[in-house]
């Protein structure tokens, strides 16, 4: 079955730079790879995804973009705050009659002033 | 606008006692309804689906159990809790019908001793 690898698992940048998380995925067949952030005792929301048929997708401050060829995708967080500092969690799923997400070990945020 | 309702919020329970968790959706017919599981800091490990009434798939047993009564409810259930089944419960919902995006309920925190 898909499995998902995420890095790093933690990271710590500077309030006001920029973020990068990196997945990869085994299954050539997933089309479909969204981003939650959980914040702590909290249940993870969905930020944004991108799907097989596009490369980039950008809402507001965050960018992911994706390499089917190589079978990695990334989230890239622009200008980072606080509010961001959370764990992220990559997942990936293939075309079926139901969602199965295959999430990644998730990556802890430190936005630090 | 949909709400997903999870009960209960918190569960302490002993070794080898029966375990009932729900969750509810509103404001979606027919919606596909999935149970996560989550060890304390851990990723997010899918446990069952559903896509209709009365029919449950399992993804990872876990020695648990799930049942779609209502269209609209979706139970986990176990006869005997081990201490490996301590962690965040959460219930996550689709539109199905190739809709991926997935969207996380509150969640239970179950603490077995």
């Known amino acids: 079955g898909e499995q998902v690898e995420q890095l790093p698992s933690i990271l710590r940048v500077q309030e006001g730079s920029s973020a990068s998380i990196n997945c990869s995925y085994e299954d050539s067949a997933s089309n479909y790879f969204p981003w939650y952030k959980q914040e702590p005792g909290e249940n993870p929301k969905l930020i944004i995804d991108i799907r097989s048929n596009m490369e980039r997708k950008q809402i507001q401050e965050l960018i992911v973009l994706l390499d089917k060829k190589a079978k990695r995708f990334s989230l890239h967080i622009t200008d980072t705050q606080p509010g961001d500092s959370a764990m992220y969690f990559c997942?990936?799923?293939?075309?079926?009659?139901?969602?199965?997400?295959?999430f990644g070990q998730g990556t802890s945020l430190s936005v630090v002033p | 606008a949909q709400t997903i309702h999870q009960w209960p919020v918190a569960e302490i329970k002993a070794v080898g006692s029966p375990l009932s968790l729900g969750c509810t959706i509103k404001?979606?017919?027919?919606?596909?309804l999935y149970w996560y599981w989550q060890a304390t800091g851990g990723t997010l490990q899918q446990l069952f689906y559903s896509i209709t009434v009365g029919q449950v798939e399992s993804v990872v047993q876990l020695n648990l159990s799930a049942s779609r009564p209502k269209d609209d409810q979706f139970i986990l259930s176990t006869e005997k809790l081990l201490l490996s089944h301590s962690g965040f419960y959460l219930c996550?919902?689709?539109?199905?019908?190739?809709?991926?995006?997935?969207?996380f309920g509150p969640g239970t925190r179950l603490t077995v001793l």
């Open positions: 404001g979606k017919s027919s919606p596909n």
């Open positions: 997942a990936a799923s293939g075309p079926s009659s139901f969602s199965k997400l295959v």
């Open positions: 996550a919902w689709s539109l199905g019908g190739g809709r991926d995006e997935q969207y």
